[in-house]
């Protein structure tokens, strides 16, 4: 037996995002968001949906530049503040201890503790309704060393401890069930070696 619900958005889990945006040396700021995806391979596109109310959404308007910064386990409690206060009164990167890095791309801040920065350029902005969706291109990516595989260069997701959100929770990722593609080779190998995040 199965219910309906009034329409809703329950579309879960999805990653807890750390957006920065400002430039550096100037106004930065960092916000929570997980109205957040991929749309495009070639070119690498993304997009953030972005209530107009939030301090962040002129900041990134008017720079049309932004950083999606992947969270852990050890930043949850630093990812659900970002998305609980305004940076209209408080310095989000100074209270939470995270450092803000200098993006190769782009004036926007990248979070270093983040795993993985996507360095990203707002290409369109569509007005939905309670959000606007700015869609930007990924024009670099910078990730965490301490991560990558010596010999492939691969970046290991599954050491990561990537942090996810569903319905109003946080979770760290499960157990590795197996890769793309698993269930139709003939062997059925569940692990492989991952191939490289590097371009």
């Not at 199965?2 to 990653?15: F, N």
């Not at 940076?87 to 791309?105: N, P, Q, S, V």
């Not at 080779?185 to 569940?190: F, I």
Request: hydrophobic share 40%.
């Amino acid at each position: 037996m199965r219910a309906d619900w009034k329409p809703g958005t329950l579309i879960y889990p999805l990653p807890a995002i750390l957006v920065s945006c400002g430039r550096v040396g100037e106004e930065v700021n960092l916000f929570t968001a997980s109205w957040v995806g991929t749309i495009c391979t070639n070119p690498p596109m993304c997009y953030v949906s972005i209530r107009p109310e939030r301090h962040s959404y002129g900041l990134i308007k008017e720079q049309m530049e932004f950083a999606l910064n992947l969270t852990t386990r050890a930043m949850a409690h630093a990812t659900d503040w970002c998305g609980v206060v305004s940076g209209r009164k408080y310095d989000k990167f100074a209270e939470t201890g995270l450092t803000i890095e200098r993006g190769k791309c782009i004036e926007a801040p990248l979070v270093l503790e983040s795993p993985i920065s996507l360095e990203c350029r707002v290409k369109q902005i569509i007005p939905l309704g309670s959000h606007d969706m700015f869609i930007a291109e990924v024009v670099n990516v910078r990730a965490d060393e301490a991560y990558l595989d010596p010999e492939t260069g691969a970046f290991d997701m599954a050491r990561a401890d990537l942090l996810s959100y569903a319905h109003g929770e946080y979770f760290s990722l499960g157990d590795y069930l197996g890769h793309f593609g698993w269930s139709v080779k003939k062997d059925r190998t569940k692990r492989r070696k991952p191939r490289s995040l590097a371009r």
